[in-house]
């Protein structure tokens, strides 16, 4: 079964310092990766994701994220954070094949940014 | 920018009452899906839809649960009989292929007292 671990629950950065958000992933096959943001009370907006190609996928708002096969991650990043990114952000996993794509959300990061 | 819309945006049930989610989805899409979220929890995959019937449920979809595409643009989610523990954030998002990515709604938080 597909699974994704965010192992950090909780960052807090200061605006225009770098980010780095984690992810791990579990499945059997090449998956299909996401980042998504919720912001509070809001529905998830897809910031980017990584299907084949160029392991390092750029995204809105400034944001990438690099997958890297060898350690099961797709971590995102980005290099100046700014205020309006204190949000909450979810790495999901969806299969390749099948009837219909489920994704696999992990916990979630949510990331505050202080002034 | 075509968008997935929900309505209402909250919905407040007696235990025991049936509620109908509604959602629009994009109007060239072809699969849809119903997650949840209950509060402070992570986004947990319910059921998928496509050609009219039921792709894939998870464990949580039990017979309490029901899908239904009745005209050519609404997607409902039916919960037959509201228990406490079905209150959540319920989302839902289409897609215009298996492969594309699944775009969401802004969500229906449900309350059930």
């Known amino acids: 079964a597909q699974s994704v671990t965010q192992p950090d629950i909780h960052i807090t950065v200061s605006e225009g310092a770098s980010l780095e958000l984690r992810c791990n992933y579990s499945y059997g096959a090449t998956p299909y990766l996401f980042w998504y943001v919720q912001s509070p009370g809001q529905g998830l907006q897809l910031l980017l994701k990584?299907?084949?190609?160029?392991?390092l996928v750029q995204g809105i708002k400034g944001f990438e994220a690099e997958f890297k096969r060898s350690q099961s991650s797709f971590n995102l990043r980005k290099p100046s954070v700014h205020w309006s990114d204190a949000a909450e952000y979810f790495c999901?996993?969806?299969?390749?094949?099948?009837?219909?794509?489920?994704?696999?959300f992990g916990t979630g990061t949510r990331l505050q940014v202080t002034l | 920018e075509p968008e997935v819309t929900q309505t209402p945006s909250h919905q407040v049930t007696q235990m025991g009452q049936e509620v109908i989610l509604r959602c629009v989805p994009i109007?060239?899409?072809?699969?849809f899906y119903w997650y949840r979220q209950i509060l402070g929890q992570k986004v947990e995959f319910l059921v998928s839809?496509?050609?009219?019937?039921?792709?894939?449920k998870s464990e949580i979809f039990d017979d309490q649960f029901s899908v239904e595409r009745p005209d050519g643009s609404n997607f409902t989610l039916k919960i037959r009989s509201t228990k406490l523990e079905d209150s959540a954030m319920y989302f839902c998002?289409?897609?215009?292929?298996?492969?594309?990515?699944?775009?969401f709604g802004p969500g229906t938080r449900l309350t059930v007292l």
């Open positions: 839809f496509y050609n009219n019937e039921i792709s894939e």
């Open positions: 999901a996993v969806g299969p390749l094949t099948g009837t219909a794509s489920k994704l696999t």
């Open positions: 990584y299907f084949s190609g160029d392991t």
């Open positions: 109007s060239n899409h072809l699969y």
């Open positions: 998002a289409s897609s215009g292929g298996i492969m594309n990515e699944q775009f």
